[in-house]
């Protein structure tokens, strides 16, 4: 599963918060020695797209707020059929 992240800002917002947002969302859960919950849930890759899409979903709005309170996610879209390599 490849994770592309693309922002859209009513503001300059912080190098710092971008990257941590891009690692947040392209790192799978449990991948992290010193906090197993960082990361996007991988289990979904079996799952429909569907299935996926709202796991994923919830996934991040929940990992925001928890590792980068000061980011609000407002949606979260996918563009299928596309080379995001």
């Known amino acids: ?9 009513d503001s300059s917002i912080d190098t710092e918060i971008l990257t ?3 690692t947040l ?4 859960e ?3 020695p ?3 919950r960082v990361g996007l849930d991988s289990s979904v890759i079996s799952e429909s797209i569907d299935i996926s ?3 994923i979903t919830a996934d991040i709005f929940d990992k925001v707020e928890k ?3 000061e980011v609000e996610v ?8 596309e080379d995001i390599s």
Request: glycine share 6%; charged share 25%.
């Open 1 to 9: 599963m490849n994770i592309k992240v693309d922002f859209t800002t």
């Open 20 to 22: 941590s947002i891009q």
């Open 25 to 28: 969302c392209s790192t799978y």
């Open 30 to 32: 449990g991948t992290i």
């Open 34 to 36: 010193l906090d197993r």
């Open 53 to 55: 899409k709202e796991i």
């Open 67 to 69: 590792y980068i309170p």
């Open 74 to 81: 407002i949606e979260v879209s996918f563009k299928e059929g």
